[in-house]
């Protein structure tokens, strides 16, 4: 199971970070978000080591990705905040295709104010 936790409403310019708590070991991990009316869409990707991260290049620079095997736990550091940056953002593990994932949790809200 993986749960995200720390999204809320935000300034634009402003930061959040979110974390995805796993409940067991994972392999590659990734962040997507899905915005109204829009398909979800890729973020950001993880290797299991951290050593490969992958951005979209709509956060490229602004979000960063990390991980901590030791507490089962994966991260995006969010700044610089931009009204189209606001969506459900979702934690995603175990990669069975090109970005393409097996697990999922339910998503935590991110809203960026102008």
């Known amino acids: 199971q993986l749960r995200e936790s720390g999204g809320g409403l935000v300034q634009v310019g402003g930061s959040l970070r979110l974390s995805c708590a796993a409940s067991t070991s994972t392999h590659a991990m990734g962040w997507f978000r899905q915005a109204p009316g829009k398909e979800r869409e890729f973020v950001a990707h993880i290797s299991w080591s951290g050593n490969t991260k992958t951005y979209a290049d709509s956060v490229k620079g602004r979000f960063t990705i990390s991980r901590d095997n030791s507490n089962n736990m994966m991260y995006l550091q969010m700044d610089t905040l931009k009204p189209e940056d606001t969506a459900l953002y979702y934690c995603?593990?175990?990669?069975?295709?090109?970005?393409?994932?097996?697990?999922w949790g339910q998503g935590t809200q991110v809203t960026v104010s102008s």
């Open positions: 995603a593990s175990e990669l069975v295709g090109p970005l393409e994932y097996q697990y």
